[in-house]
Nanobody, 124 residues
Framework: QVQLVESGGGWVQAGGSLRLSCAAS????????MGWFRQAPGKEREFVVA????????YYADSVKGRFTISRDNAKNTVYLQMNSLKPEDTAVYFC?????????????????WGQGTQVTVSS
């Protein structure tokens, strides 16, 4: 069992930056690929980025490529999402998730554990 807790969300003006953190419980954090998803009101959950277990392989959605950066610290059981040049369309609840399978899984169905989400609001 893995519990995930996100933090770092908030309100920011367009062009600003936020850094999300996702702290995982348990001793097997390095066994999981990690991903970030987001969900805006009235929309389906959307893949943002995934990183493999060792942190040397990532996959970004086109909508965030070049602006967002995922990283992980296996010693701290934490994954991060640095979000720069934020746009109003980035407004959503952001979720981190852990997957036992795949290198950089993009489908939410391949993730086994989810955090509760953290709200990010970008104003124009």
């Amino acid at each position: 069992q893995v519990q995930l807790v996100e933090s770092g969300g908030g309100w920011v003006q367009a062009g600003g930056s936020l850094r999300l953190s996702c702290a995982a419980s348990g001793r097997t954090f390095s066994s999981y690929a990690m991903g970030w998803f987001r969900q805006a009101p009235g929309k389906e959950r959307e893949f943002v980025v995934a990183m493999n277990r060792s942190g040397d392989n990532t996959y970004y959605a086109d909508s965030v490529k070049g602006r967002f950066t995922i990283s992980r610290d296996n010693a701290k059981n934490t994954v991060y999402l640095q979000m720069n040049s934020l746009k109003p369309e980035d407004t959503a609840v952001y979720f981190c998730a852990a997957s036992r399978t795949g290198l950089v899984p993009r489908s939410p169905h391949t993730y086994d554990y989810w955090g509760q989400g953290t709200q990010v609001t970008v104003s124009s």
